[in-house]
């Protein structure tokens, strides 16, 4: 797999294949004011494995944090991962 180019909205980072087809997606909406939730995380079937879940988790984290915003996590694998790697965010 070549690099991916990430695509970034305010609460939601993505990536397409040379097809222009989505092949992971993050989405961290503002719950209530002032906090963020990821609520999904998305990898194509074919691109799992890659450590892609990960990464898009590590962005959207970059993401909220850079914003101010507190982080909670309805994604299981965000919650998992968040529980894992950063115990200090405490989801």
């Given at each position: 797999m070549?690099?991916?180019?990430f695509?970034?909205l305010?609460?939601?980072?993505?990536a397409?294949?040379?097809n222009g087809k989505?092949?992971?997606e993050?989405?961290?909406?503002?719950?209530?004011k002032?906090?963020?939730?990821?609520?999904?995380?998305?990898?194509?079937?074919?691109?799992?494995?890659?450590?892609l879940?990960?990464?898009?988790?590590?962005l959207?984290?970059k993401?909220?944090?850079?914003?101010?915003d507190?982080?909670?996590?309805?994604?299981?694998?965000?919650?998992?991962w968040?529980?894992?790697?950063?115990?200090?965010l405490n989801?």
């Amino acid at each position: 797999m070549s690099e991916l180019n990430f695509n970034y909205l305010p609460h939601r980072i993505w990536a397409k294949d040379e097809n222009g087809k989505v092949i992971c997606e993050i989405s961290f909406p503002e719950k209530e004011k002032g906090i963020s939730d990821i609520e999904s995380t998305f990898v194509d079937d074919d691109y799992r494995g890659q450590g892609l879940a990960e990464k898009l988790v590590k962005l959207a984290l970059k993401t909220i944090e850079e914003r101010g915003d507190k982080v909670v996590a309805d994604c299981p694998y965000a919650r998992k991962w968040i529980h894992n790697n950063r115990p200090d965010l405490n989801v």
